[in-house]
């Protein structure tokens, strides 16, 4: 099969990487786009892979950047914006998103793969986060259509080496003894392994099944945050205890977080934890025959430098209590 020529946005990103390395491995000529060349340097050591500096928000260097390409994955993505008022996340998840599909329009690009989210909703979302994701999926399927085939991905958490929700927990749990108090701990999450995920993204690209698709992805079990802050305590090998914070605290601590710097929690973060990052009925990952790998499999990798056999006597007690799953 020939190379094909793929372009990342975003490919800078923790997703990114993975995805690049998939693509990598399955013989495509990658080329990232990137706000600063120097930054991620360490990239360049990916053969078959061209890291170029273009501000994707400049749309003739844009378009210019990818005209040629046989396809373009828009990965770039937000978690929490400058301000307060929602114009950070439109900016990104929104204007960005739709600039790109009429983009690939325009240069004849036939093929686009779009991140957006679990819990996506232009209208219902009950964050600005949730609803600018929402609001660029149906911007994208607009401005593609006819011309650009569009599949748009929703993942929930996504867990695996070098991620951001994880790797942030075992950090904060490090520098909080004895007692970690966890806002809107009981949050239910289906979190699910970045290399299943990209195993997806590189799967649809030549299947014409997945034109004009969407795929809610999830990991095999169902977690609330609290649960999944312990399983990450006791693989850092941490003796913590997570006290839960109800509403009225989770609310506080979030209005608080959001002025520290890096914003570690925003109320936004919050509005979207309210609602659950599972999967429907139907998990996308079955539609590619991928086998969602479970987080337990994977985490105790990357966090507490232990091997995932060091964990299995603490994972069968756990499944014998049942409480996954
Ligand atoms: N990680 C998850 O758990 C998760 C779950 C659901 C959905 N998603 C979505 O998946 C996508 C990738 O997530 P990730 O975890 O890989 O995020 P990440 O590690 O934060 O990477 C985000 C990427 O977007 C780029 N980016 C962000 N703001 C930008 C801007 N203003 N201009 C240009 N580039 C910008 C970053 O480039 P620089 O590094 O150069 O700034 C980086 O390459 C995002 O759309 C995210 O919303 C992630």
């Known amino acids: 099969m020939a190379s094909r020529k793929i372009c990342i946005l975003g490919g800078t990103g923790f997703v990114g990487r993975h995805l690049a390395n998939e693509l990598y491995r399955r013989g495509d000529q ?3 786009l990137t706000a600063s060349r120097e930054r991620h340097r360490e990239l360049l050591i990916v053969p078959s892979l061209t890291l170029r500096e273009v501000d994707v928000f400049d749309t003739p260097a844009l378009e210019q950047a990818i005209a040629g390409q ?16 929602g114009s950070g996340f439109k900016r990104v998840h929104t204007d960005l998103a739709r600039q790109v599909a009429e983009s690939c329009r325009k240069q004849g690009v036939p093929r686009l793969l779009h991140m ?10 009950p964050s600005y986060y949730l609803r600018s994701k ?13 011309d650009v085939a569009v599949t748009i991905f929703r993942p929930s958490v ?4 070098g991620d951001s929700f994880i790797n942030r927990f075992a950090g904060l749990l490090r520098l909080v003894p004895l007692a970690f108090p966890l806002a809107c701990h009981q949050s239910r999450y289906a979190p699910v392994y970045v290399g299943d ?25 169902i977690y609330t945050l609290k649960e999944i802050v312990e399983f990450t305590a ?11 914070l109800n509403d009225f605290f989770s609310r506080l601590q979030a209005g608080i977080m959001e002025f520290l710097p890096g914003k570690p929690l925003s109320l936004d973060n919050y509005h979207s934890a309210r609602v ?22 994977v985490v105790p990798t990357y966090v507490g430098g232990r091997t995932a056999r060091d964990q299995y006597p603490g994972y069968r007690r756990e499944a014998r209590s049942g409480r996954h799953g």
């Open 276 to 297: 659950g990052n599972i999967c429907g009925e139907r998990n996308g990952l079955d539609f590619f025959g991928i086998e969602p790998t479970p987080m337990e499999a």
């Open 197 to 221: 995920v990209v195993r997806g993204f590189a799967d649809s690209i030549d299947d014409p099944d997945t034109y004009g698709q969407r795929y809610d992805l999830c990991g095999p079990h």
């Open 134 to 146: 929402g609001e660029g999926e149906s911007q994208v399927m607009m401005q593609a259509r006819p």
């Open 30 to 32: 990658v080329l990232v």
């Open 70 to 85: 046989d396809v373009v994955i828009n990965l770039i993505g937000i978690l929490n914006e400058r301000g307060h008022d």
């Open 158 to 161: 996504i867990f695996g080496p």
């Open 234 to 244: 006791r693989t850092a090998g941490l003796r913590r205890r997570i006290i839960g």
């Open 116 to 125: 957006s989210a679990l819990g996506a909703d232009p209208g219902r979302a």
